[in-house]
């Protein structure tokens, strides 16, 4: 073996090109050979070991030109970049002016953290930058990454790749056109539209980053999940897979895929947690319970969803349907296991329920799908049809998602317009009020406390022929479509009938008598824009 310690052997009238000089270390055959003032060849062969600056030049045979400064390496080529990056082929060649390296056949780079493996790669040593553009794949541990076009940045450790990106993870394949890993983080970056495959789900998304280590993902520009179980779209979203923590920002929807006890989602902000079945919605939320064409729309400051299972771990939570109440077909007893219904909703303030047969409004709301009541407190107020009811507290029932009873608590009061022309009004006042309907209409209605009524009676001709005024322990008024059609008096009765011209009608409404048809929800437009 030929060992040197330098080219000082370069014959002095050689023209050098400027630049730092490529130095032979070690070889076992040297061969020189002048072919003119531009070309001085040096043969070195077996086991051969040359050197510029900090980077190491391995293979079994080079041809170096000593005036040009540039080298070709032929058979297990190694390029040793100051110990921090390595790169191997089979062909090389390096101009030392440029400090460029150009290699084919089998070409592998590695950083210690991936291998990136190529037929054909330039690397600039100055910068540490490989480039690809016949395809490329790089493997770092489990994750493996393949595209027609590549660059890698061995500062960074960063690799940019281009067209027909695919990576591919035991648990994630992402395909796009445009996208930046790093082999440090394992962060993949994605500047151009991305989808996003696992089991479970698949994400599309232009702009965004996914830390694969950590099972952490960014994403902006409307990005879209298409989940087993669910839909969701958001101008922004964060989410962790490792805990089940999640973040979506502007205009937010979330579409469940059950159709029976489904439900969707619109709010500016949502932040959920699937490992326990949870949302926090704000920023203008609304819910929609999904029901065949009379869906229930839900908007409140704030609405909140959990397991009910989780939530009767920490506070009591009273059953309120008893035995002579029809339990909802979709209802489940509380000692069986059902994850459908095992859910309430929460809603804070400001609180507007809007479906087609029913309205209401109230401070605060809680609903169970287990026994699928609908609790609204602090002044609540109910509409429907012509019909209005207040209280301090109110259970609406439903039944298959329609209303089926409704109860209130304290200064109950129920109001129905006499008709449509006027402004005369049936009044019903009573400590509670227990109504009940039948296919989405109020069929009868009870005043318990102290009950107290106002009646216009009307003949054939929807003509009105007077009013009446009267209390009693007990008063049943049944309904025809919505209107009054029998009013029934229970113990100690008292009262008096009016003729119409022959009374102040403002003066005969009962304590607290307040019309609110302004706080009614109208329409699902007008809840879509609150």
């Known amino acids: 073996m030929i060992a040197f310690a330098s080219m000082a052997q370069r014959n002095a009238n050689d023209t050098i090109v400027p630049g730092k000089q490529i130095d032979i270390l070690r070889a076992d055959r040297y061969n020189a050979v002048k072919v003119d003032s531009a070309t001085n060849l040096i043969s070195l062969g077996g086991n051969v070991l040359v050197r510029q600056e900090k980077t190491l030049f ?26 921090s990056v390595h790169t191997y082929a089979q062909y090389l060649k390096y101009l030392g002016k440029e400090k460029k390296a150009y290699l084919k056949k089998k070409v592998k ?35 493996v990454l393949t595209s ?11 690799m940019l790749f281009y067209k027909g990106v695919k990576l591919v993870n035991p648990e994630y394949t992402i395909n796009t056109d445009t996208l930046q890993y790093n082999t440090n983080t394992n962060i993949a970056t994605f500047t151009s539209p991305t989808v996003i495959h696992n089991e479970k789900r698949t994400i599309t998304t232009k702009d965004g980053f996914f830390d694969i280590k950590n099972k952490k993902g960014v994403l902006h520009q409307r990005s879209f999940i298409d989940d087993s179980t669910y839909t969701f779209t958001a101008n922004d979203m964060a989410f962790d897979d490792s805990t089940g923590l999640g973040e979506f920002s502007g205009n937010a ?34 819910l929609l319970i999904k029901q065949g064409l009379d869906s229930i729309y839900i908007t409140a400051d704030t609405l909140y969803s959990a397991r009910l299972s989780d939530l009767i771990k920490t506070r009591n939570v009273p059953a309120i349907r008893d035995s002579s109440i029809r339990k909802d077909s979709s209802a489940v007893d509380k000692n069986k296991s059902d994850s459908t219904n095992d859910k309430f909703i929460e809603a804070f303030y400001h609180v507007r329920i ?22 609204l407190f602090k002044d609540p107020i109910v509409w429907a049809k012509d019909n209005q009811i207040s209280g301090d507290t109110l259970y609406l029932f439903t039944q298959n998602k329609k209303p089926e009873r409704l109860f209130v608590y304290e200064n109950a009061m129920a109001l129905n317009k006499a008709d449509s022309s006027s402004n005369y009004y049936n009044q019903l006042k009573g400590t509670s009020i227990n109504a009940l309907f039948i296919d989405g209409q109020i069929n009868f209605m009870r005043a318990k406390g ?81």
């Not at 391995?58 to 040793?80: G, K, P, R, W």
């Not at 190529?118 to 794949?137: C, Q, S």
């Not at 027609?148 to 960063?158: A, R």
Request: neutral net charge.
């Open 148 to 158: 027609k076009e590549g660059y890698y940045y061995g500062d960074t450790k960063d």
């Open 58 to 83: 391995y293979a079994d045979s080079i041809v170096l030109n000593s005036v040009q400064n540039t080298l070709e390496a032929f058979v297990n080529v190694h390029i040793n970049d100051a110990d």
């Open 450 to 530: 102290n009950a107290e009524n106002v009646y216009y009676g009307l003949d054939d001709f929807k003509r009105f022929t007077g009013v009446n005024k009267s209390s009693a322990e007990m008063i049943d008024i049944s309904f025809l479509d919505n209107k009054p059609q029998k009013v029934i008096f229970r113990n100690n009765l008292e009262g008096n009938a009016y003729p119409m011209r022959q009374v102040n009608h403002e003066e005969i409404k009962l304590r607290n008598f307040k019309w609110q048809e302004d706080r009614r929800p109208k329409n699902k437009f007008e809840m879509l824009a609150f």
């Open 354 to 375: 809007y479906s087609d047969s029913l309205q209401a409004v109230g401070d605060s709301l809680f609903y169970s799908l287990q026994d699928s009541v609908f609790r």
């Open 253 to 286: 929807v979330y579409k469940s895929k059950d159709t029976a006890q489904g439900y969707d989602l619109i709010a500016n902000n949502i932040k959920t947690n699937n490992k326990k079945s949870v949302f926090l919605a704000t920023q203008k939320p609304l």
């Open 109 to 143: 780079l590695t950083d210690g953290k991936g291998v990136l493996t190529t037929e054909d790669l330039e690397y600039d040593v100055t910068i540490k930058i490989g480039i690809y553009h016949n395809g490329g794949k790089l493997v770092d541990k489990k994750t």
